[in-house]
T-cell receptor
Framework: EAGVTQFPSHSVIEKGQTVTLRCDPI?????LYWYRRVMGKEIKFLLH????????ESGMPNNRFLAERTGGTYSTLKVQPAELEDSGVYFC???????????FGSGTRLTVV | AQSVSQHNHHVILSEAASLELGCNYS??????LFWYVQYPGQHLQLLLK??????LVKGIKGFEAEFIKSKFSFNLRKPSVQWSDTAEYFC???????????FGSGTRLQVQP
């Protein structure tokens, strides 16, 4: 089965610009998660979709971050406008349900300069 | 709030040495526990998980972990490491009712040939 796909793998943007990250979960996985790892820190939860609905968005840092999951398939995470502190690796994961593990994508390394 | 502590940030071992990486969590209810590994340039992969039952869990590549409820610990062990075990290791937890994972800060393992 295909894994979780994220793109781009790397993105370098200037402060104030907009960036959109995309995640394609494993087909049939209703649960989709976004996480972020800022340099040297732990991986932190951002939000959780169940199908197209936001189940938990308690980890979203501020309103510059907007996540969508149209039709319950792929998800996008938009950062607008980007700030220097948004730099890090953004991971996406999907899961069939609570009693299953989580499959992670390779991540998108975002650098804001 | 949940939290996970990984005590060792950077571990250097010689091949064939035994490994134990510490993980302690803070959570008042039933937990699911995970160890993930990230090899250089690769995505996070599940090593093993504990949901219930036998507290000694065996995972892939000869790794195992023991859940000690009284100590809120889930330490990862391997009797004899190989150079190919060089990677970063993450302990993670989620509690009943909250599917998002809370990660520790990671332990970077370097195995010298």
């Amino acid at each position: 089965e295909a894994g979780v796909t994220q793109f781009p793998s790397h993105s370098v943007i200037e402060k104030g610009q907009t960036v959109t990250l995309r995640c394609d979960p494993i087909s049939g996985h209703d649960n989709l998660y976004w996480y972020r790892r800022v340099m040297g820190k732990e991986i932190k939860f951002l939000l959780h979709f169940v199908k197209e609905s936001k189940q938990d968005e308690s980890g979203m840092p501020n309103n510059r971050f907007l996540a969508e999951r149209t039709g319950g398939t792929y998800s996008t995470l938009k950062v607008q406008p980007a700030e220097l502190e948004d730099s890090g690796v953004y991971f996406c994961a999907s899961s069939q349900g609570v009693n299953y593990g989580y499959t992670f994508g390779s991540g998108t390394r975002l650098t804001v300069v | 709030a949940q939290s996970v502590s990984q005590h060792n940030h950077h571990v250097i071992l010689s091949e064939a040495a035994s490994l134990e990486l510490g993980c302690n969590y803070s959570y008042g209810g039933t937990v699911n526990l995970f160890w993930y590994v990230q090899y250089p340039g690769q995505h996070l992969q599940l090593l093993l998980k504990y949901f219930s039952g036998d507290p000694l869990v065996k995972g892939i590549k000869g790794f195992e972990a023991e859940f000690i409820k009284s100590k809120f610990s889930f330490n990862l062990r391997k009797p004899s490491v190989q150079w190919s075990d060089t990677a970063e290791y993450f302990c993670a937890v989620n509690g009943a009712g909250r599917r998002a994972l809370t990660f520790g800060s990671g332990t970077r393992l370097q195995v010298q040939p």
